[in-house]
């Protein structure tokens, strides 16, 4: 615990400043009203818009927009890994170069199904709970983050990339007394209270919606 205190005033200010910029609303640039045969192919209804509108808290125009830009620089309707890595710093404060690291992860959560893709709905979703959403929710997608084999439980092996990753979002560096691998050690004793070596969901958001010490380093969606 001691490590953790000391961690925590290195990293304050930097996670005060993060906090401070972290996914907000972005508003996507305007485009031509130009409606070509591909705009036409993934044009929505209005069911789809009512069903996002239930979804994700925004209301039709938003989605309109935002359905547009996705479009517009994606006209195959979906992003794979690489095509993430570019456009979701479109979404958050931070530079390209702190997002670079953690982006392989946050695309696991976007990525529901589990495809290898991000289509227009999971991304909407992805982007409405981890601006809008509440607390729960938010650490419910930050657990897909760390669950790189998506078994639905975490071991230390999984949590130790992403907490590195985490570093380098937070603007991290030269950490000698409380490096990546000894905060995930810690972070598994705290978060494993069966003691079997693995984290289940439900232990994950439990530790992390009472410790806000942890959760400032842990949850890329603050």
Request: hydrophobic share 30%; net charge negative.
């Amino acid at each position: 615990m001691g490590n953790m205190k000391s961690m925590s005033s290195k990293i304050q200010s930097t996670t005060d400043n993060q906090k401070q910029s972290q996914p907000h609303i972005v508003e996507p640039v305007k485009l031509p009203e130009v409606v070509n045969e591909q705009e036409k192919q993934w044009k929505m209804s209005e069911r789809d818009i009512a069903f996002l509108c239930s979804q994700t808290g925004f209301n039709s125009d938003e989605i309109t927009r935002w359905h547009k830009k996705f479009f517009h620089d994606n006209p195959h309707g979906r992003l794979d890994r690489n095509e993430f890595r570019k456009f979701y710093p479109l979404l958050r404060n931070e530079t390209p170069e702190r997002l670079s690291d953690i982006c392989d992860h946050i695309f696991r959560a976007f990525d529901v199904d589990g495809n290898g893709y991000v289509e227009f709905g999971e991304f909407l979703l992805g982007f409405a709970i981890s601006s809008r959403g509440d607390l729960r929710s938010r650490l419910n997608y930050a657990f897909e983050c760390y669950d790189i084999d998506s078994n639905g439980y975490l071991t230390e092996d999984e949590i130790e990339p992403v907490i590195r990753a985490m570093y380098t979002l937070l603007g991290i560096k030269h950490v000698e007394d409380y490096p990546p691998e000894k905060f995930a050690k810690d972070l598994m004793q705290k978060l494993d209270v069966s003691h079997n070596g693995r984290v289940t969901k439900d232990e994950f958001i439990h530790f992390l919606m009472k410790d806000g010490l942890y959760r400032n380093t842990v949850n890329p969606f603050q």
